[in-house]
């Protein structure tokens, strides 16, 4: 029986010297064949981790590697086809990125035109102003002070009641352009507007002086229409304005000098309603002026305030 013991262990320890050896607690059995791989993949994922930023780095600086000409040109298709958005992010980078070409000065007149067509007309403005101070000698100044005084003419209130600030600063604008740019092919349409934008201010001034002739003010009409026809002599008003001054004299008494001016509304409009409406003034007796100064609520224009003034 002994013997049979010590056979059967002797057989079991044969057996466990030759199974094949089992791997370790808590390790893979494919451990062996998972480190090449990995030597492999992981030198691949970090080459691509760090090609990426540079790839991205390429895209966004692809718009800088564009031609002053080739950017000037995608401007000038965009505009064409009404996207200024783009069109001025387009010559903005002509601007920006090759300020030594000379499609950057084209550009830099490109850019107001384009605030101009948003109507965005107060940058417009400052575009062309700001061009016109950058290149003073620039052959198409004349465009650009053309733009410079219609950009604050399309800001201008319609009405005569209203503040006509914007109306006065195009017309300081476009006085004397026909001295400095007499060969424009701007010079009739801006002598149209200039001319169009006096009448709205002496128009302003008729609203004026007729609100204080309501009340008598015959001192403030005076001085209202006396300078309408010595700023504005060829306004559409000067009618208006004349018969008006000529009631106002002879208010005071001063009858000579309201015939005077009867003459002169003669020559200048025969068979007009203000004529005839001063006739009836002047067959009239003449009035007096005041001793002393009577308060007249000043007149106040919408959109801003006017200094009051005396009978």
């Not at 000038?76 to 996207?83: E, I, N, S, V």
């Not at 300020?99 to 109507?119: C, E, G, T």
């Not at 204080?212 to 229409?225: F, I, L, N």
Request: proline content about 5%; some cysteine.
């Amino acid at each position: 029986m002994r013997g049979d013991k010590g056979h059967q262990a002797h057989c079991r320890n044969a057996r466990r010297s030759i199974r094949a050896p089992q791997p370790e607690r808590g390790k893979s059995a494919q451990a062996p064949s998972e480190a090449p791989l990995n030597r492999i993949i992981i030198p691949l994922l970090l080459s691509l981790t760090l090609a990426l930023p540079a790839y991205a780095a390429k895209g966004s600086t692809r718009s800088n590697e564009d031609t002053a000409e080739d950017l000037y040109s995608q401007g000038l298709r965009a505009m064409k086809r009404g996207y200024y958005t783009k069109a001025l992010e387009k010559f903005n980078r002509v601007r920006n990125y090759h300020r030594d070409d000379p499609l950057s000065v084209k550009a830099q007149l490109a850019i107001a035109d384009m605030h101009f067509k948003k109507s965005d007309y107060e940058q417009a403005r400052f575009a062309y102003e700001e061009f016109s101070s950058y290149h003073p000698r620039h052959p198409d100044l004349d465009y650009v002070t053309y733009r410079i005084g219609l950009s604050i003419y399309k800001r201008a209130a319609k009405a005569a009641g209203r503040d006509q600030t914007a109306t006065r600063g195009a017309v300081n604008v476009w006085t004397g352009f026909d001295t400095r740019f007499p060969e424009s092919s701007y010079l009739e349409e801006t002598a149209r507007l200039l001319q169009k934008g006096r009448n709205r201010l002496a128009a302003k001034e008729m609203t004026v002086a007729n609100f204080y002739a309501d009340r008598e003010a015959w001192g403030a009409v005076r001085g209202r229409t006396e300078y309408i026809l010595r700023r504005y002599p060829d306004s559409q008003n000067k009618a208006e304005a004349l018969g008006l001054l000529g009631r106002s004299l002879h208010a005071w008494g001063k009858v000579e000098a309201a015939t005077s001016i009867r003459e002169r509304l003669a020559a200048h409009a025969p068979d007009s309603k203000q004529l005839h409406g001063l006739d009836r003034v002047l067959a009239k007796p003449p009035g007096v002026r005041p001793d002393d100064k009577v308060f007249i609520r000043p007149y106040r224009i919408r959109g801003g305030t006017n200094p009051g003034a005396g009978s």
